[in-house]
T-cell receptor, first 118, second 112 residues
Framework: GAVVSQHPSRVICKSGTSVKIECRSLDFQATTMFWYRQFPKQSLMLMATSNEGSKATYEQGVEKDKFLINHASLTLSTLTVTSAHPEDSSFYIC??????????????FGEGSRLTVL | KNQVEQSPQSLIILEGKNCTLQCNYTVSPFSNLRWYKQDTGRGPVSLTIMTFSENTKSNGRYTATLDADTKQSSLHITASQLSDSASYICVVSTGGSYIPTFGRGTSLIVHP
């Protein structure tokens, strides 16, 4: 089946620094990628939807200047957490749709990235 | 507003027992419904995907049902194993654009 790779799986950074998380579709072209945030024991919260070559669409309450999303190619989307603070510590997950998904709109998820801001 | 409601919020069962998780949705127009399993600290993994015309679909010990009239789905797990302990998420997508709406998930714990 389709594979989505996320990197890094874990990252620890100091408060005030920026962190970039990559999401790659390894064997299909992802026309749309989604970014989620998940707090412990809670469900996924959609942050933004990105389509290749266009600006991301952010969900209400998500700061676009805080969470920069770039979907420059059909196989790569990046999420940059700028000027990170401890409250940004969370589990970030991406999903990708397109290519092998065909008309079903099947979503394939990455393994997630655990961000800890000190 | 498109919504997906899952119940129960959490469930604890003994190994070997069966269980059923519920998903009710108000998403319109409906495109498909998917069940995902998410282990702690991992990304969700697809279990089943069902379109409007499908009533039931199985994947090993997992069987999903869909009633498009009542907008309800269930995920039945047979002969549970310790490895079934996870969060199970119901995702319903709208027609055309396939925008997904996520349920909050059911946390399943299987005890030996």
């Amino acid at each position: 089946g389709a594979v989505v790779s996320q990197h890094p799986s874990r990252v620890i950074c100091k408060s005030g620094t920026s962190v970039k998380i990559e999401c790659r579709s390894l064997d299909f072209q992802a026309t749309t990628m989604f970014w989620y945030r998940q707090f412990p024991k809670q469900s996924l919260m959609l942050m933004a939807t990105s389509n290749e070559g266009s600006k991301a669409t952010y969900e209400q309450g998500v700061e676009k200047d805080k969470f920069l999303i770039n979907h420059a190619s059909l196989t790569l989307s990046t999420l940059t957490v700028t000027s990170a603070h401890p409250e940004d510590s969370s589990f970030y997950i991406c999903s990708a749709r397109g290519g092998l998904a065909g008309e079903t709109g099947e979503l394939f998820f990455g393994e997630g990235s655990r961000l800890t801001v000190l | 507003k498109n919504q997906v409601e899952q119940s129960p919020q959490s469930l604890i069962i003994l190994e070997g027992k069966n269980c059923t998780l519920q998903c009710n949705y108000t998403v319109s127009p409906f495109s498909n419904l998917r069940w995902y399993k998410q282990d702690t600290g991992r990304g969700p993994v697809s279990l089943t995907i069902m379109t409007f015309s499908e009533n039931t679909k199985s994947n090993g010990r997992y069987t999903a049902t869909l009633d498009a009239d009542t907008k309800q789905s269930s995920l039945h797990i047979t002969a549970s194993q310790l490895s079934d302990s996870a969060s199970y998420i119901c995702v319903v997508s709208t027609g055309g654009s396939y925008i997904p709406t996520f349920g909050r998930g059911t946390s399943l714990i299987v005890h030996p």
